[in-house]
């Protein structure tokens, strides 16, 4: 880690290359020590919500996220209600990690796995949060088919709909379609792969769409299941339900309050990490705040359950509050003031809730309302790392206040199947072979494998001339004369290394083929339930670092 400013860190992050290998960051044998301190660090804050010391909210957040936790897991898997939790368990250390309820890959999945053994090691709560004001980018998976001579990668998709609508208002449309996708996927897979973990975790989640139509859901709760009968312990909670939370609101309606502000130091923040990290583009790591005449756009999602369509939240101040508005369809307006009691505006935003109007965090708000509000460490994978470290850097602006650490985990896990040990570079060598053959014959022509005296006689002199032109250094005006001479010795030298340029551009073919076969089935991003239990499982944990 080397810094570039004196408030923004670099951290160079990279996924681990080989099969089987980690990227954890800093390492879980600190994770005490990172837990005491941001718990430590919560405590003394003398920060407030719209008039409610922050230690109270958070207080309140972390009883309501666990009991709730409880309580959504318990509807599919064998955990206690929260009514018969420890009540030690409601308030103590709590973990946590989040994602996309999607068939995300091996890699993300080993997240899961170091999320339970590192709370089981601290006596931790630990609770995995599902992203589901998310849009779905694709219903689909690459599902590697063919054969290992010829294999090649086909989408196999399930009922669900690629538009604006979050993860957590979609419906199957098709439950035909939805139902037969594990048995789809491991017929793509079958030449390649046996027993597949999608046999296993998709009748659970066909059977669990047809109580709820709720694709992402059913996925991620089919997903859990299976992590449940594997030994793990970890909660789940979709952030829908921890944003209908009377803490969320208190926090969503103070941000609101102080909207101008934010914007702002968002803006300015976002302008010296791009600088600081020589980013270009617009768009990364997140877009900017937009202006609209006296409308600010929040970071906040605003849509309605009439209206499914994610769109951007705007608002601008009013004597006694803020109008809020996503410049299509929806206005309403929020009573309060940036330094009096929120619990006006935290009723209002229940009321709109019921009413079917949704208001969800963007990236940067949701995980820095799970690091400084929900949890005493928080386990990013490397996508959310990389832009948590502008979060960090609006956290100390906003709150002016040292931003909670976090752990950065990740893994690369290939599909077993046979590879060759073929590698583009093998491919770059021959191309330079090839090259060299072209420009430099001279020096791959063995003259006592030519078959007459006169054909070592030629060679002999045009590798002369050649040398001579080499080493000439003529005038501007004669340049192009010694240019022409060099390149007439290569083209009368090129028929003494046709054979070996032929068999170099037959190796190269066969390299070829094998460096897109590979690609194909080296790839780290196939989804976790493309691999078989039996070798997966294990590996995953062989991969977790002892605790201490």
Known sequence: MTPVAADIPYHRLRAPADHGSTYIDPPLSIAREMIDRNRTHTAGTELD????????????????????????????????????????????????????????????????????????????????????????????????????????????????????T????????????????????????????????????????????????????????????????????????????????????????????????LWDIYNTSLAEYRSAHSIRSQAHPVPDLRRDDEWLEAPLWIWSVADPTRRRLFARGTPDGVELTDRHHISTKLVHTADGDGQRAVEQLSALERSGTRIRPRALITTMYVRMVLCDLFLHGIGGAKYDGLTDLFIRRFWNSEPPGFSTISGTLLLPVRRTPTHPRDLQQVDMRLRQLRYHPEQYIALDGLSSPRERQEVERLAAS???????????????????????????????????????????????????????????????????????????????????
């Open 166 to 261: 979050p993860y957590e208002d979609q419906v199957v449309h098709d439950a035909e379609q939805f139902n037969s996708f594990g048995e789809r996927v491991a017929t793509s897979l079958s030449p390649l792969i046996q027993a597949p973990l999608v046999e296993r975790i998709w009748p659970w989640a066909a059977d669990l769409v047809r109580g709820d139509a709720n694709p992402g859901r059913a996925i991620a709760a089919a997903r859990h299941r299976l992590e449940g009968e594997l030994g793990l312990s970890t909660l789940e909670l979709p952030l829908s339900r921890v944003c209908a939370t009377s803490s969320f609101r208190q926090f969503a309606s103070h941000l609101l309050a102080h909207l101008p502000r």
């Open 49 to 164: 919500l719209l008039g409610m010391p922050w230690a109270d909210v958070a207080f309140a957040a972390r009883r309501e996220l666990v009991r709730q936790a409880r309580n959504y897991t318990a509807q599919y898997r064998d955990v206690a209600p929260a009514d018969s939790a420890p009540a030690s368990q409601q308030t103590e250390r709590i973990l946590m990690a989040g994602h996309q309820p999607q068939l995300f890959h091996a890699g993300v999945w080993f997240k899961n796995f170091a999320l339970d053994s590192v709370a089981r090691a601290q006596d931790a709560v630990s609770v995995n949060l599902i992203i589901d004001n998310d849009v779905p980018r694709d219903c689909s998976i690459r599902v590697p088919t063919g054969n290992l001579e010829a294999p090649r990668v086909e989408h196999v998709d399930w009922a669900c709909p690629t538009n604006l």
């Open 466 to 548: 050649k040398r001579r032109a080499v080493a000439d250094q003529p005038s501007r005006g004669k340049r192009r004369a010694r240019h022409l001479e060099i390149s007439e010795a290569n083209a009368a030298l090129q028929p003494y290394v046709e054979s070996q340029r032929a068999k170099l551009t037959d190796q190269r073919v066969r390299l070829a083929e094998q460096v897109r076969e590979n690609a194909v089935l080296s790839s780290r991003e196939y989804a976790f339930c493309l691999f078989p239990e039996e070798t997966l499982v294990p590996l995953l944990l062989e991969m977790l670092p002892a605790q201490p």
